[in-house]
């Protein structure tokens, strides 16, 4: 099955740097690639996602690109404040979200 | 206002004891499924259901049943639940094609 890993597993950055988390995925189907933002003690919670007939997507401070060629996707979110201290987690799926497979987590804080 | 439910939200039992957790959308949509969440495993999918009367396993099905005899409610059972099912378990539903998976609050299950 679809096998998605994600680095690093913690990030610490200073409030208004950039903050970028990796995932690579295994298998060459996948077509849908979400990524859910969980803070403490709460749900997961989408925050943005891309297919894959688009390269990049942007909303606001956070963006996604993705290289299907390389089958690896990359969150990027400047600008950082206290409130994206959260864990991240990307995830894949072939049919296009149906059966997500989740990468284990980023676990992003940014200091003030 | 449009929401996934669990119930219980919190639940300590013992070895061998069936139990359920409820899951329950009011947004009509197709698609359920569970997961459950572990420190560094991330979010893995037990079980997932495409409408009414179907269902199928997701990656780590063994030890849990699902049924799904109505749109809105997708409960899972543990039959005979075991210490290594101690974990925060998610439910969550979507419309079809991949758009976003709205999550449950999620039930944290202790089995002694």
């Known amino acids: 099955g679809e096998n998605v890993e994600q680095h690093p597993s913690t990030l610490s950055v200073q409030e208004g740097d950039s903050a970028v988390i990796k995932c690579t995925y295994s298998d060459s189907a996948s077509n849908y690639f979400p990524w859910y933002k969980q803070e403490l003690g709460k749900r997961p919670q989408l925050i943005i996602d891309i297919r894959s007939n688009v390269g990049e997507k942007k909303d606001q401070r956070i963006a996604v690109t993705l290289n299907k060629t390389a089958k690896h996707f990359s969150l990027h979110i400047t600008e950082t404040q206290p409130e994206d201290s959260a864990v991240y987690f990307c995830a894949a799926s072939i049919n296009s979200g149906y059966a997500l497979n989740f990468g284990k987590g980023t676990s992003l804080l940014v200091t003030p | 206002e449009a929401q996934v439910t669990q119930n219980p939200r919190y639940l300590i039992t013992v070895t061998g004891k069936k139990l359920t957790v409820t899951c329950s959308q009011n947004?009509?949509?197709?698609?359920m499924s569970w997961y459950r969440q572990d420190p560094g495993l991330g979010l893995r999918q037990i079980y997932y259901?495409?409408?009414?009367?179907?269902?199928d396993k997701g990656d780590v099905p063994e030890g849990y049943k699902v049924s799904r005899k109505e749109k809105r409610n997708f409960p899972l059972i543990l039959e005979s639940p075991s210490p290594n099912q101690t974990s925060l378990y998610f439910c969550?539903?979507?419309?079809?094609?991949?758009?976003?998976?709205?999550f449950g609050p999620g039930t944290r299950l202790t089995v002694t």
């Open positions: 259901s495409m409408n009414v009367e179907v269902t």
């Open positions: 947004m009509n949509h197709e698609y």
């Open positions: 969550a539903s979507s419309l079809p094609q991949g758009v976003e998976q709205y």
